[in-house]
């Protein structure tokens, strides 16, 4: 079965230190890789993709993810981070479901939580 | 801001009543998807239209429907409504149904059922 696992279910770091927040995944055939973002009572938001080519990917509010295919992980890091980064972040994969018809499966999410 | 409206933002009803949530896409884009966030299930595909067809069904009851009308907004008509319905649904739209694009999700409906 194809699948998306955030193994923390919090990751706790002090503001200005670096984060990584973690995905790995299960497909067959090449991974389509996203990662986005939750603030409170709002909707999910778009930070960054992997389709092909370079395995290190830069996003939005400074966000990077690597993607490593031989360990099929696509783990989400910030070089320094700042309070507002706190929110909930989801790894998510593309995968085929049929013809020309695909669909997001998410992961359980990883809440952020950086401490002044 | 997405680009992507939904309404209304908070719903609450009684079980076994029928509702509507709408949601409009950016604009241009084909794709509609619907999902549902819940504490148990966390973050489910519901359905995808383009273009005003069905394209792909994810987990869906078959309480629940979807359409998307020539104008290219969407509607999830959710009915029989259960306590175990009540969730965060949220709307996303791209551009076609290229598995590159990313999904513009819009704020959500929060429906309550008592």
């Known amino acids: 079965a194809q699948s998306v696992a955030q193994p923390e279910d919090q990751v706790n770091v002090a503001e200005g230190n670096p984060l990584t927040v973690k995905c790995t995944y299960s497909?067959?055939?090449?991974?389509?890789l996203f990662w986005y973002v939750q603030y409170p009572n709002r909707g999910l938001q778009f930070l960054l993709k992997?389709?092909?080519?370079?395995?290190l990917v830069k996003g939005s509010y400074g966000f990077e993810a690597e993607f490593n295919k031989s360990q099929t992980s696509f783990h989400l890091k910030k070089p320094s981070a700042l309070v507002s980064d706190s929110a909930l972040y989801f790894c998510?994969?593309?995968?085929?479901?049929?013809?020309?018809?695909?669909?997001?499966?998410f992961g359980t999410g990883t809440l952020l939580a950086v401490q002044p | 801001d997405s680009g992507v409206t939904q309404t209304p933002k908070h719903l609450i009803t009684a079980t076994g009543q029928r509702v509507t949530l709408r949601c409009s896409p950016r604009?241009?884009?084909?794709?509609v998807y619907w999902y549902q966030q819940s504490l148990d299930q966390g973050l489910q595909f519901l359905i995808q239209?383009?273009?005003?067809?069905?394209?792909a069904k994810g987990n869906i009851l078959e309480r629940f429907s979807a359409q998307q009308f020539p104008d290219l907004h969407s509607e999830l008509n959710l009915s029989s409504l259960e306590l175990g319905d009540s969730a965060l649904y949220f709307c996303?739209?791209?551009?076609?149904?290229?598995?590159?694009?990313?999904?513009?999700f819009g704020p959500g409906t929060r429906l309550t059922v008592l």
């Open positions: 604009s241009g884009d084909l794709s």
């Open positions: 239209y383009y273009n005003g067809e069905e394209r």
């Open positions: 497909v067959s055939g090449n991974p389509y």
């Open positions: 996303a739209s791209s551009a076609t149904s290229g598995r590159q694009e990313e999904q513009f």
């Open positions: 998510a994969v593309r995968v085929n479901y049929g013809g020309a018809t695909n669909k997001l499966i």
């Open positions: 992997y389709i092909t080519g370079d395995n």
